[in-house]
Every structure is written in C-alpha cells, then in structure tokens.
C-alpha cells in the first residue's frame, strides 16, 4: 500500500506520533511509501531523514497556509528544489476552511483567509506561476480546503498549465462537500479524487455507503484512497487505511480495485515521472 497523506509531529495540531515512529509503522506494516504532510511547514526535509535507513519510501511536500509562505510561488520553488512531491493549496488558513466552520488553530498566522478564483481573482497570476513551477517538477498539485467552486477553477487552470498530476482533495469532506455530478465531472477532467480514512472515522454524517457512492460516481480508476491519520485518536495510519478498504469492500466494490486506489494509484501519481 501507499498512503499519500498521513499528520505526524511535529505539528500545530496534536498528533498520534512522530515522523519516525509514523514511518516506522508504514514499514512494518509492508507499505511502499508514504507522503508526510505538515499544514504549517514544508515536510520534504522531514522526509528525508524519517526515511533513512528504511525499506519504505518516504516523501514530502508543502502546504501553502500563511507560515509556509501562503501563495508564494518562491515558498513553492524551494520546496520543489528540496523534493517535495505534493503541494496542496490552503487547508488551515483556507477561506473554505473557515466557512465550514472548522477554525483556525491557536498559532495561525494574522491576515486574511486564502482563496484562489473565482472567490479571489487576484490570486490568479500567482497561483498560475505556483503551477508552471508544478508542471516543471512534474509534481502534484492537490486541492487542499478549497471550495467547490475553486477546485474547479484550479483544476482546470492545472491542466492549461501542463499538471500532469492533479489530487481533488477529500471532495466529499466537509469542505469542498462536491455532488456525484461534480465528482464526476472532475474525474472527466483528469483528476485523481481522494477519499480517506479519517472521513469514515470522524466527519459528521459520513459512512461507508457514502464514500462508497462517491468511489462508483468518479469510477475506482479515478479514486485514491489514503488514511489523512495522524490525530491522537485515531488508529495508526496503516490500520486506518486497511480499515477504509474493508469498509468499502462490505460496501460491495471490488476489492481488487480498491487495494490498487490504496497502492499502485496513488504510487503511480506521486512517483512516476
């Protein structure tokens, strides 16, 4: 398996474990690979050094909240030179965070929420040149807390770019919230959509049926399926992401398409090029 989206410390958020005892559980359990993810700070570094000596392979990337740099093509830059894999729009510092009402931790930076068009216009030529950059590095360009609206906007605008690799970030989470239509409509577009562990175990309103709804609205081929684990109470990432695909499959999918959205998809979008 390959989960491309896991919260280990440190981190402005309680976490379940740190990025070694994180990885070391990946290895143990027989993944691949992994993606760390930190919403306030660029985790390729982390990475590297979590992932040395290990069989798993280990990647990181940025999120592009106020104290990684916001929507700053340079922040993007170096973290692509230093081999972030992933960058995700806005999550914690997300205008579509905030409205769904899922707050700010307490060492958010001062300023306006983020947005990208059509809710802010004037972020348009940065985030283009934030995409020319992820065209070039061949990385991912993920969705982060966005609105539905947005999510539009940016996956299109990824594709006149020349993104190869475009993630819709939890779309059936609280923020973007996206209708079967949307979802198929993105998928239509070339976009990988992810649907996660965490969904299953925490969000209001959300069950098996659900994700599985979504799963044959988008068709498995267009879904990836990882843990976003980490938060102290929930199980470790690895047996949260094997607790996803057992409830799908009760859900009657097949299953050899869901280990593949939990494997060789997600490997395949983060390190094929």
């Known amino acids: 398996m390959f989960d491309l989206h896991v919260h280990s410390a440190p981190c402005v958020l309680p976490r379940l474990a740190g990025d070694v005892q994180t990885v070391?559980?990946?290895?143990?359990?027989?993944?691949?690979?992994c993606v760390l993810k930190g919403h306030y700070e660029p985790t390729a570094g982390r990475a590297a050094a979590a992932g040395t000596g290990r069989r798993v392979r280990v990647?990181?990337?940025?999120?592009?909240?106020?104290?990684?740099?916001?929507?700053?093509?340079?922040?993007?830059?170096?973290?692509?030179?230093l081999g972030a894999r992933v960058v995700?729009?806005?999550?914690l510092d997300a205008l579509g965070h905030l409205e769904a009402g899922l707050g700010r931790p307490p060492a958010a930076a001062?300023?306006?929420a983020l947005a990208v068009p059509p809710r802010d216009p004037a972020?348009?030529?940065?985030?283009?040149?934030?995409?020319?950059?992820?065209?070039?590095?061949?990385?991912?360009?993920?969705?982060?807390?966005?609105?539905?609206?947005e999510v539009g906007w940016l996956v299109r605008?990824?594709?006149?770019?020349?993104?190869?690799?475009?993630l819709v970030t939890h779309p059936t989470f609280l923020v973007p919230d996206l209708g079967e239509a949307e979802l198929r409509e993105l998928a239509e577009l070339g976009a990988a959509l992810e649907l996660c562990a965490y969904q299953l175990l925490h969000q209001p309103g959300c069950d098996a049926a659900r994700l599985a709804a979504a799963v044959r609205a988008a068709g498995p081929e267009h879904v990836v399926l990882s843990s976003d684990a980490g938060q102290p109470d929930t199980p470790p990432a690895p047996e949260a992401l094997a607790l996803l695909v057992e409830a799908l499959a009760a859900e009657g999918l097949d299953r050899a398409a869901l280990e593949?959205?939990?494997?060789?998809?997600?490997?395949?979008?983060?390190?094929?090029?």
């Open 24 to 33: 070391a559980w990946y290895e143990e359990g027989g993944f691949e690979g």
């Open 123 to 149: 972020a348009a030529e940065p985030v283009r040149r934030i995409l020319a950059s992820v065209a070039e590095a061949d990385a991912v360009i993920a969705t982060g807390h966005l609105t539905g609206p």
């Open 59 to 81: 990647h990181g990337g940025i999120v592009l909240n106020r104290p990684a740099g916001g929507l700053e093509p340079a922040a993007v830059d170096a973290a692509l030179a």
């Open 110 to 112: 001062p300023g306006p």
């Open 88 to 91: 995700w729009m806005p999550t």
């Open 260 to 273: 593949a959205s939990a494997s060789e998809l997600p490997r395949r979008l983060v390190e094929d090029y």
């Open 157 to 166: 605008a990824a594709r006149e770019a020349g993104v190869r690799r475009v």
